[in-house]
């Protein structure tokens, strides 16, 4: 089931206070979430958190990673939180009371979905969420809508917890039912962004925001796993021709 | 409307770390409640708390009182939270994700709603709960169902504010559709009490047991305002023959 806590992936980008990350890790615990992924944390010593009263062994076995891609490659399904009071979000947004049935509907088959927060001060960035398939909004009070990130943490958890529900029995997936993992999306991207290079579509200095709007882009598609290979062959084929020679023999 | 959050009060009995108590009015301040009331805290410099990010006002004008009674003294409906792992209940429990709806359906009229948290290592005591009208259950997982206050508070805070929805037009108040203030049920306690030694009832060695078990009957009945003055009428009444002379003349 996709809303089985177990198949979530919490992720915490760029946490400042170690103990903020114990109270998230205690949150999980609390409502039966064990999948635990820390990007880039500030303090070196955040895996003695105080704070992960009875989620210790949680805390010992999250994996840490340098950046966010590495932590979402094998996910199908990656949602950024935050407010989004100062900001247009670039993906689709969804409210928290909604996000269990969203993810029921969307996690039929083998999907693995990753809830990704960021740092305490500013959220997640702009490029965080360019990794994300869609947002969840909070509904705060629009006078004081930052929450600590403990507290986000254990609210998005229990919501998903609680309204998770059993469904009816899987029907046997079609592959073209099986989500691609962020990591063959961004695999997908660098062919095509070296496509665009080669056939001069895309000139150095667009560079990154092409980058960008291309990542967003196929979080948008949300391609089948077959598709992504498919998109992924053709690509490489162009690119075969662009540049002919001794490199792509 | 019942459940529109200003209409809720926070009441946090006996916390130990300021931290906490900050981390609890930023969540207030997050779903847009604002009434708090702190009953016997345990560090004098409270109001100080760092933690009450954005919320400095609402810690500032927070209610201090000396026991529970007096923090609910006003309030109709009281709400004990924590976990029920290692005991029975004496009140209704109802889960969580049900509150919002259940005191929809408690407090059309005129209802002052307390939601009251325990201290930090052992939550509310049984003699707390002994005024509580009912108890709500955070659905946690059996193997870490101990949460963190300031958690707790905002997992419940985000529940009534998410749920919270438009009742239709309220008819007039019937006298009988007003409920009893806490308040009233324990002045018809103590005169419930003191007829009951009066009549010879209650030997001195029960007292306390009696006293626990009857504060409980009257928030099991919950007697609307009226009905409240009305037995107060009776028992004091009653009183009046059984202690007659100077005193009550």
């Not at 979000?89 to 969307?106: F, G, H, N, T």
């Not at 001060?121 to 004081?144: F, N």
Request: hydrophobic letters at 45%; a positive charge.
């Amino acid at each position: 089931m996709a809303s089985e806590p177990n198949s979530v992936r919490v992720v915490l980008v760029s946490p400042r206070n170690p103990l903020n990350i114990g109270a998230a890790t205690r949150a999980m615990a609390n409502f039966g979430f064990s999948d635990l992924a820390v990007v880039a944390p500030y303090e070196p010593h955040w895996r003695e958190a105080k704070s992960a009263v009875g989620a210790e062994d949680l805390l010992q076995k999250a994996r840490r990673t340098q950046c966010l891609a590495e932590a979402v490659a094998d996910c199908t399904l990656v949602i950024g939180t935050g407010t989004l009071t100062h900001r247009k979000p670039e993906q689709p947004v969804v409210s928290l009371p909604d996000l269990a049935l969203l993810i029921e509907s969307k996690g039929a088959h083998g999907a693995r979905v990753a809830l990704v927060f960021g740092p305490e001060k500013h959220g997640l960035t702009r490029e965080d969420l360019s990794w994300c398939h869609l947002l969840v909004e909070i509904p705060t009070d629009a006078r004081q809508p930052s929450m600590n990130l403990g507290q986000a943490v254990a609210v998005c958890l229990y919501e998903l917890a609680s309204r998770a529900f059993s469904r009816p029995p899987a029907e046997s997936a079609s592959p073209q039912a099986i989500p691609a993992p962020s990591t063959s999306l961004d695999l997908l991207a660098a062919v095509i962004e070296q496509t665009m290079t080669a056939a001069g579509y895309s000139p150095r200095a667009m560079l990154p925001a092409n980058r960008h709007d291309l990542r967003l882009l196929l979080r948008r598609l949300a391609p089948s796993a077959l598709d992504t290979r498919r998109m992924l062959g053709l690509f490489r084929r162009i690119l075969w021709r662009l540049e002919p020679g001794p490199k792509r023999k």
